[in-house]
């Protein structure tokens, strides 16, 4: 059935006396007038300028950039198209019939991306002329404004941010290769080097604090820079811990353990004294094959707890550190002497490592 | 559709959304519910648009939407106690693309409540819908402007008898 005889079914149904008379006034009414002109944009380079500013602003299809850069190749370069208006206008004489905005816009900053300005600008009042549908073209003086404007030759300066532009994909992928393969060397590196120790803790200087007079422990009480820790008690001696390293005499169950330890934190090197049947630690000055002695006195230190877990045994301890002012001032109700050094200190540095004597 | 319905002239815009409101009639009369109409977007041509348009306008003249005839617009108006032409002349003037995207939202939302309304009333909506339920944008912010109207004449309804006791 066609979509008159459904209308008049329709009509009908309304009634009888009211059909013929809809019918009439459809059919009356039921061609297109010449519809008047709604209020069109003023065709004005103030106008022009910011539509164009808009349509810079739209990105281009990664589809229509392949078509683009195609016809660019085969069409401007191939036919040797001059780079200014008059080559956009041999174009758009030739190819731009049916021309979108789209393809239009794609077109000048394709030429804009090659410098070619005068080209890009002309392409742009063609895509501004499509969108408003300006017919018989922009008047000759606001075009020639525009193109003089917008076509100026590039400077130097524009140039090179242009270029710099173009390639930022290629350089930002290649800092980023650089940078995975560094983080990979290094990883690399470090794995190898986990079981050898540094040779730098061959020439390292044994501890060796400045000794003050009990009256200048109560600056490190109230400074939370400043920890403390009981002087080792008997002979301090540095373990290296590396599976080649004789543990010379040390008992066999310490060095046994000590060495059990480095399947989990690597080659490793501690300062400590045999004291009661006991290993104690002091500080680590490496672990995992990585030199302490250049790190802050809080990472030895976390190392140094790090391994007597590892170890796990009451054979091994490790010397409290006291860290809070409450921890501080216990230590300093302790008989004998105590050692005071700043968290953030490298090992040995100077006047970092102070030894006060005790009350009695 | 060819292009966006902001694209189109005005005139020939509101000829098409009076399209829908003489449409909706012809479904309340039509026992069969078949429009005079075959295209995929379920609007007619141009040039029939324009007839249809006159035919509204005659239809509003002559107080010819109503009983038989009545559509959604009558009995929704009735009860939230607003004048049905209005709300036909709210549908024809915000027959348009949503302007933004928070707008679509909206009117998706506000297009789904009309659209339940009209359902449980028992009247069809003349407009082609899509598998989601609902018909394509500009209708969509029609339809929700319509409702927001209903919402709005409803709350005043609501709110009318209790001012005036307290009065």
């Given at each position: 059935m066609s979509c008159e005889t459904h209308r008049q079914k329709a009509f009908a149904a309304l009634g009888q006396s009211n059909a013929a008379t809809l019918e009439a006034i459809y059919q009356a009414a039921a061609t297109l007038p010449t519809l008047p002109a709604?209020?069109?944009?003023?065709?004005?380079?103030?106008?022009?300028?910011?539509?164009?500013?808009?349509?810079?602003?739209?990105?281009?299809?990664?589809?229509?950039?392949?078509?683009?850069?195609?016809?660019?190749?085969?069409?401007?370069?191939?036919?040797?198209?001059?780079?200014?208006?008059?080559?956009?206008?041999?174009?758009?004489?030739?190819?731009?019939?049916?021309?979108?905005?789209?393809?239009?816009?794609?077109?000048?900053t394709k030429a804009e991306k090659r410098g070619a300005m005068r080209f890009a600008a002309a392409m742009w009042v063609k895509a501004y002329e499509i969108q408003n549908k300006v017919s018989g073209g922009l008047p000759i003086l606001i075009k020639d404004a525009f193109i003089t404007e917008f076509g100026k030759p590039e400077s130097d300066e524009a140039m090179l941010n242009r270029l710099k532009d173009a390639t930022k994909d290629i350089r930002e992928k290649r800092r980023e290769e650089r940078a995975a393969e560094r983080e990979e060397t290094e990883s690399a590196q470090?794995?190898?080097?986990?079981?050898?120790?540094p040779s730098s803790l061959n020439n390292l200087p044994p501890l060796s604090p400045t000794i003050l007079p009990t009256s200048a422990r109560a600056k490190f009480l109230t400074d939370a820079t400043w920890w403390g820790q009981l002087p080792l008690s008997g002979e301090a001696r540095r373990v290296r811990v590396d599976g080649k390293t004789d543990s010379g005499d040390m008992p066999a169950e310490i060095a046994a353990r000590l060495k059990a330890a480095q399947k989990s934190c690597g080659a490793y090197a501690v300062e400590g004294a045999i004291s009661d049947g006991r290993f104690v630690i002091a500080r680590a000055l490496a672990i995992e094959g990585r030199d302490l002695a250049s790190a802050t006195e809080r990472a030895r230190i976390e190392a140094a707890e790090r391994i007597v877990k590892e170890v796990g045994h009451e054979s091994v301890a490790l010397v409290e550190t006291a860290r809070t002012a409450s921890q501080k001032v216990m230590l300093t109700k302790q008989s004998g002497e105590q050692l005071w050094f700043q968290a953030a200190?490298?090992?040995?540095?100077?006047?970092?490592?102070?030894?006060?004597?005790?009350?009695? | 559709m060819a292009k966006s319905v902001n694209d189109l002239h005005p005139m020939l815009r509101e000829a098409q959304a009076k399209t829908m409101l003489v449409f909706e009639v012809f479904l309340r009369v039509q026992p069969e519910n078949k429009l005079?109409?075959?295209?995929?977007?379920?609007?007619?041509?141009?040039?029939?648009?324009?007839?249809?348009?006159?035919?509204?306008?005659?239809?509003?003249?002559?107080?010819?939407?109503?009983?038989?005839?009545a559509i959604y617009l009558n009995a929704a108006a009735e009860d939230a106690g607003l004048d049905w032409r209005e709300l036909a002349q709210v549908f024809i003037e915000n027959y348009r693309e949503p302007a933004s995207k928070a707008e679509a939202i909206k009117a998706s939302a506000g297009a789904r409540l009309y659209l339940a309304d009209m359902k449980r009333r028992g009247f069809r909506p003349a407009t082609p819908l899509t598998p989601d339920g609902l018909p394509v944008p500009a209708w969509q912010v029609a339809?929700?402007?319509?409702?927001?109207?209903?919402?709005?004449?409803?709350?005043?309804?609501?709110?009318?008898?209790?001012m005036a006791e307290a009065v």
């Open positions: 709604t209020a069109s944009p003023k065709l004005s380079l103030a106008s022009l300028k910011d539509s164009v500013k808009t349509l810079r602003a739209r990105p281009v299809k990664p589809s229509l950039w392949r078509d683009v850069d195609e016809r660019w190749q085969n069409r401007v370069v191939a036919k040797g198209m001059p780079l200014d208006e008059h080559g956009a206008a041999m174009y758009l004489r030739d190819y731009g019939k049916g021309l979108g905005v789209e393809k239009a816009c794609a077109l000048a470090a794995a190898a080097n986990r079981n050898v120790l200190c490298a090992y040995n540095a100077p006047n970092c490592y102070i030894q006060t004597k005790g009350e009695k | 005079p109409v075959h295209s995929k977007d379920g609007i007619p041509k141009p040039d029939n648009c324009m007839g249809y348009a006159a035919v509204w306008d005659k239809l509003v003249a002559e107080d010819m939407v109503q009983g038989q005839t339809y929700a402007a319509v409702h927001e109207s209903l919402r709005q004449g409803a709350k005043a309804k609501v709110k009318t008898p209790a």
